[in-house]
């Protein structure tokens, strides 16, 4: 199984930027996507989950009205469009996938994760 993000960069504040998460090695379709981020000295923090279907997403107080996270099971990719974005939005970025159903929001109930992708806002 292998996830790989991409769409990362350097943005000002109040921009916007979309992450990718292609998935391959797995039935994608059967698997609950998430995404998290990690600035530095920071612990790892949820931000979006979607079921498999992509009809339930769920999101973290801290993005939620400014990220929507989505997903093609034709392309075997999930994304997260990121609006309005702050400094604080700092840290690199992750997905990570789960075969299970619903959503999910703990990451250690996460059996596969990407390498991640860099993100700076700067202000």
């Known amino acids: 199984v292998q996830l790989v993000e991409s769409g990362g960069g350097l943005v000002q504040a109040g921009g916007s930027l979309r992450l990718s998460c292609a998935a391959s090695?797995?039935?994608?379709?059967?698997?609950?996507m998430g995404w998290f981020r990690q600035a530095p000295g920071k612990e790892r923090e949820f931000l979006a989950t979607?079921?498999?279907?992509?009809?339930?997403?769920y999101y973290a107080d801290s993005v939620k009205g400014r990220f929507i996270i989505s997903r093609d099971n034709i392309k075997n990719t999930v994304y997260l469009q990121m609006n309005s974005l702050k400094p604080e939005d700092t840290a690199v970025y992750s997905c990570?996938?789960?075969?299970?159903?619903?959503?999910?929001?703990?990451?250690?109930?996460?059996?596969?994760w990407g390498q991640g992708t860099q993100v700076t806002v700067s202000s």
């Open positions: 979607i079921s498999r279907s992509g009809s339930n997403t």
């Open positions: 990570a996938a789960k075969n299970t159903i619903g959503v999910l929001r703990n990451e250690y109930e996460y059996d596969y």
């Open positions: 090695g797995l039935t994608f379709s059967w698997y609950v």
